[in-house]
Nanobody, 115 residues
Framework: VQLVESGGGLVQPGGSLRLSCAASGFTFGSYVMRWYRQAPEKERELVASITSAGGSTYYADSVKGRFTISRDNAKNTVYLQMNSLKPEDTAMYCC?????????WGQGTQVTVSS
């Protein structure tokens, strides 16, 4: 089982990034997918989630209207489009897959928002 995130980097405030999480080794299309983030000295925060078929999404209040989660089950990939980025969005972003008690994590990709 593998979850491999990519797309992070350094961006100026107001900029955009698109994170990707490529999955392998499990039936991706059956799993709820989530993006979490954790900033230094802060607790891990659920940013967004999407159901297995993509019909329902959830966003944390802090990112609502700026971030969009999506998935392509044919490509076994989940995305997080991040617009209007703020310095407080700086964190390590990790994707998570869950089906009942089965839960998998990626290693994460760093997002830094700074001028």
């Amino acid at each position: 089982v593998q979850l491999v995130e990519s797309g992070g980097g350094l961006v100026q405030p107001g900029g955009s990034l698109r994170l990707s999480c490529a999955a392998s080794g499990f039936t991706f299309g059956s799993y709820v997918m989530r993006w979490y983030r954790q900033a230094p000295e802060k607790e891990r925060e659920l940013v967004a989630s999407i159901t297995s078929a993509g019909g329902s999404t959830y966003y944390a209040d802090s990112v609502k209207g700026r971030f969009t989660i999506s998935r392509d089950n044919a490509k076994n990939t989940v995305y997080l489009q991040m617009n209007s980025l703020k310095p407080e969005d700086t964190a390590m972003y990790c994707c998570n897959a869950q089906l009942f008690s089965n839960k998998y994590w990626g290693q994460g990709t760093q997002v830094t928002v700074s001028s």
